[in-house]
Structures are given as C-alpha cells and as structure tokens.
C-alpha cells in the first residue's frame, strides 16, 4: 500500500457521461499529480495541485477538470466522455524531498475507466 | 520542452541474466532529476532508482543500477541476476529542479523474465 488511495478502481460508463475520480495522498502530502495512462503508453502529465491550488498544467482536455480540497484530496472530472478517454488514470502525491530538493512522487493503484 | 524516449518497445531475458534497458532525454537544463519506475502487472507504478544529475556517481539499488552519461544524456538501467518477478513495464522519467516539479515519462519498455 502506498499510502495513496484513489477511488473507484474501476469505472464503466458511456459515452456523453460524466465521472469524477477520487484522490487521498500519503498523509502530510500537499502536492497532488494527475496522470492519464492510455493503453500501453506512457503516463502523460494532467494537471497538479499544491495545497488546493494548481500548480501546473499539462495537456488536460477542457472537458475535464480538477481540483483540491481543505482537506487535500483531490478530485478529477471528467465530461462529455468519449472512447479515447477509456484510460488508466493515476494520481501522485509528493512531500518528500530529496537533499537537493526534488520531490519524490508516490502513486495509487489508479482508476480504470472504461467508456462504451 | 523536455523529451524522454526509450528506443527499445520489447526485451526478454532468461532468469538469471543482466538486462539494460535504454533511455535517452532532451533538455536544456542543467540541472535535473531522474528516475526509472516500474509497473508490473498490477499496474502500480512503482519507484526503482533515482538519479540527481550533479552527482557524477551512479545510483545503485541492490541489483538494478543505472549508467548515467549526462553529456550523451543517456541514463540505462542494469537489471543483474534477473528474477521473474523482475517482469514489468519500465519508465524512465525525467523532472525539473526549478518550477513545475513534473514528471515527463518515456514510453516504456516491456521486459520478460522467462524460466
């Protein structure tokens, strides 16, 4: 166990729908990354929030949207879904740091979405 | 931008032997980081070995090592007496110093570790 949950591990949907995934860091984490994992392909970079607001953007699709809580957990809102969204989607969070200063990022077991 | 590419899409290894895994990037910076990161079957990303690219010495982590040349900006990965449990997808990643703290993910290499 990492120590970051995301929920669900699996989601089955059609398209035009909408979903929301769900992100909890390793506790004392402030820093949550969202990656998109597309069939046997690299993870590509979503977004990231530190401490409730967004840090960074990759290629993030308008129709999906993120955001951090008070409490740190992080969501991921996905709209409008197509079949090129069926994705494995991975949130990471990080706190630690190296003695140079890079952060270590820790990833959940991620989201499965399928769309149909 | 920065740009991670491994040239090697498949490998297979008998159990015992060595394996390196290659990976190349693009970047102007001059100071960075970089990781290798496994996802076995389970697809868990899972952190193998990181570099920090001002240290000349190489990181080692019981078997797996990496060969970093940072004038080539080449950063390998040695798997020595390989296990079936070795069997995974392998990433190399590469992350920025200054700003967005990011990681930029090659597109894998898939690696079997046959009996």
């Known amino acids: 166990d990492s120590g970051v949950t995301q929920t669900p591990k699996h989601l089955i949907t059609a398209t035009g729908q909408r979903v929301t995934l769900r992100c909890s860091p390793r506790?004392?984490?402030?820093?949550v990354y969202w990656y998109q994992q597309s069939l046997d392909q690299g993870l590509q970079f979503l977004i990231q929030y530190y401490n409730g607001e967004e840090r960074a953007k990759g290629n993030i699709l308008e129709r999906f949207s993120a955001q951090q809580f008070p409490d740190l957990h992080s969501e991921l809102n996905l709209s409008s879904l197509e079949l090129g969204d069926s994705a494995l989607y991975f949130c990471?969070?990080?706190?630690?740091?190296?003695?140079?200063?890079?952060?270590?990022?820790?990833f959940g077991a991620g989201s499965r979405l399928t769309v149909l | 931008a920065q740009t991670v590419t491994q040239s090697q899409p498949e490998m297979s290894v008998q159990e015992a032997e060595t394996v390196t895994l290659s990976c190349t990037y693009d970047t102007s910076e001059s100071n960075y980081y970089l990781f290798w990161y496994k996802q076995p079957p389970s697809r868990q990303m899972i952190l193998v070995i990181r570099q920090e690219a001002y240290k000349q010495q190489n990181a080692t982590e019981n078997r797996f090592s990496v060969n970093f040349q940072k004038a080539a900006k080449s950063f390998s990965l040695k798997i020595s007496d390989s296990q079936l449990g070795d069997t995974a997808m392998y990433f190399c990643?590469?992350?920025?110093?200054?700003?967005?703290?990011?990681?930029?993910f090659g597109q894998g290499t898939r690696l079997t570790i046959n009996p």
């Open positions: 990471a969070s990080s706190g630690r740091q190296l003695p140079s200063g890079a952060n270590v990022l820790t």
């Open positions: 990643a590469f992350m920025r110093v200054q700003g967005a703290q990011k990681l930029v």
């Open positions: 506790s004392g984490d402030l820093s």
